[in-house]
């Protein structure tokens, strides 16, 4: 089964990041790929409602938008990329053209003296000044009609541009892979708080009823030790899991430059399916052809090839046009005085010209000390080098996303089981209840069973935070990530209910 980039289907229906699983099976496609980035960092998320704005930042959409406009690792990014764009107008500088204008204006004044024999040995002094006036103003065309090395260096200056865009596309598509592993990492930890929270709970009582049955002779004190002992540890992991999103959150904002309090959650009907097409191979063809690094790393050795093209061609000879136009007009004016005689009026000599010159230069390079040679051989070792790390990005990306898209499968079915798991559990814990209240089971088989249904309830939790990220990371790999992909996710997420206070201490830990 073979496709066009257009046609690349999504992950299952509506996983996250299409909308597949709210129409019919043939809707779950992907949109477009290589779609057309925000080269101006142009907000394209909805402003939310002021009043609902504490809320909204919140929100996955919220949290990206803030991403976007605070994130310091996407401003760099962006002006490297404003940077690179003026690659290929410097390339383009060195073949076309060039254009000089000059002015000259000079103003020199000179005074001679001497003196000359008369008669009889007589010698008169002799004085002369001279002022001259000069303005000049030129005007040089020069075209290279044969620079092998300017032409290369222009190729290589358009290669950069399109370096510098599949860089900038790499930042932002990891800025949104950045944005919801650390969104996430806030939930994992609420949902693993949420949890202990309940399991500690439920071991408090558990608790009170051991020591009501033990002050009635109906338990040894072995089962209030047993059931004090799982409470204290319940209560360590708690605190230790309120650390955790603490920490979570302040990884958050890093990225945004704001404090987050109550992120919203996934809702429990969110849907953990298998990716869409099924098949491994046409996942890793479409990232062969789409994947943001491969582009990359293909425009690095572009470049790296036309920089060994352009060393090698040094040794060429250049030939340049060259067309100048000059304009001069120069004034001179002299005065001479001999002896006591008062000199006539100044002498002036007045003068023009205008040139205009025609040349075609060839200039051949002889011998530099061996640094065009050196120069060569370096760019063709550093060619060799992108070439080796061209095949290895494609290699990385192909096993990244098999790898992927295994962890994909397996998290659904692994979300699935412990789902059937959180139910067995729950039962397990109700007949051990059960055959302790009548007396065929001990404290230990209650307390192991509560363990066993908390444990699954965090394990399920986390599955599903697996999946989604396998999901972002894998359409990553395909080149497919868009800021759309979040919007689709953040439908999935709903407003969690208040923070649920720890239990108190109980008496005898207070006194």
Not at 428 to 437: F, H, I, R, S
Request: glycine share 4%; proline share 5%.
């Amino acid at each position: 089964m073979t496709f066009d980039s257009p046609r690349f289907s999504c992950l299952a229906a509506g996983a996250l990041l299409v909308c597949a699983a709210l129409t019919t099976p043939a809707a779950a496609e992907f949109a477009t790929a290589g779609e057309v980035w925000r080269e101006d960092l142009v907000q394209t998320l909805p402003p939310p409602d002021p009043s609902q704005e504490a809320h909204w930042q919140n929100t996955l959409a919220g949290v990206y938008e803030l991403a976007l406009r605070n994130d310091r690792s996407l401003a760099a990014a962006e002006a490297s990329f404003r940077a690179g764009l003026e690659e290929r107008r410097l390339g383009l500088a060195e073949i076309l053209p060039r254009i000089e204008a000059a002015y000259t204006y000079q103003d020199s004044e000179i005074k001679d003296r001497g003196a000359f024999p008369i008669g009889g040995g007589e010698v008169i002094p002799n004085f002369t000044n001279s002022d001259r006036e000069t303005e000049r103003w030129s005007v040089t065309l020069q075209q290279p009609l044969f620079d092998l090395p300017a032409w290369f260096r222009f190729q290589r200056g358009r290669d950069l541009t399109e370096q510098a865009r599949a860089d900038f596309t790499v930042a932002q598509q990891d800025l949104m892979v950045r944005t919801a592993e650390a969104y996430f990492a806030v939930l994992r930890a609420m949902a693993n708080l949420q949890a202990s929270l309940a399991q500690e709970a439920a071991l408090s009582g558990q608790l009170e009823q051991v020591e009501q049955r033990f002050e009635v002779g109906l338990v040894a004190i072995t089962d209030v030790f047993e059931a004090r002992a799982a409470y204290d540890i319940a209560t360590a992991d708690r605190l230790g899991f309120e650390g955790d999103v603490e920490v979570a959150l302040e990884n958050l904002s890093v990225i945004t430059g704001r404090s987050h309090s109550q992120l919203w959650q996934l809702q429990d009907e969110f849907p953990v399916m298998d990716p869409t097409p099924e098949g491994m191979a046409e996942w890793v063809e479409f990232a062969l052809q789409h994947n943001a690094d491969i582009k990359v790393a293909l425009q690095q050795r572009h470049v790296a090839e036309h920089d060994a093209r352009a060393a090698a061609s040094e040794h060429l000879p250049s030939v340049a046009l060259q067309l100048s136009y000059a304009d001069r007009t120069t004034d001179v004016t002299r005065r001479v005085l001999s002896g006591d005689m008062a000199g006539g009026p100044p002498d002036r000599f007045p003068a023009d010209g205008k040139d205009t010159t025609l040349s075609v230069n060839v200039s051949v390079p002889v011998f530099a000390g061996g640094a065009i040679s050196a120069n060569r051989r370096r760019a063709a070792a550093r060619h060799d080098s992108q070439v080796q790390l061209y095949d290895a990005t494609v290699r990385q990306v192909t096993q990244n996303t098999r790898a992927l898209h295994i962890s994909v499968r397996r998290n659904v079915a692994r979300t699935r089981a412990r789902a059937q798991a959180i139910v067995s559990a729950r039962s397990a814990l109700e007949a051990a209840e059960t055959g302790y209240e009548v007396g065929t089971r001990n404290i230990v088989d209650v307390l192991d069973a509560q363990r066993l249904l908390f444990s699954a309830i965090r394990d399920e939790a986390n599955s599903t935070i697996d999946f989604v990220l396998d999901v972002i990371n894998l359409k990553r790999q395909a080149g497919l990530l868009t800021p759309a992909d979040l919007l689709v996710l953040n439908r999935w997420l709903e407003e969690p209910p208040p923070p649920t206070a720890p239990p108190r201490p109980r008496r005898s830990e207070q006194s």
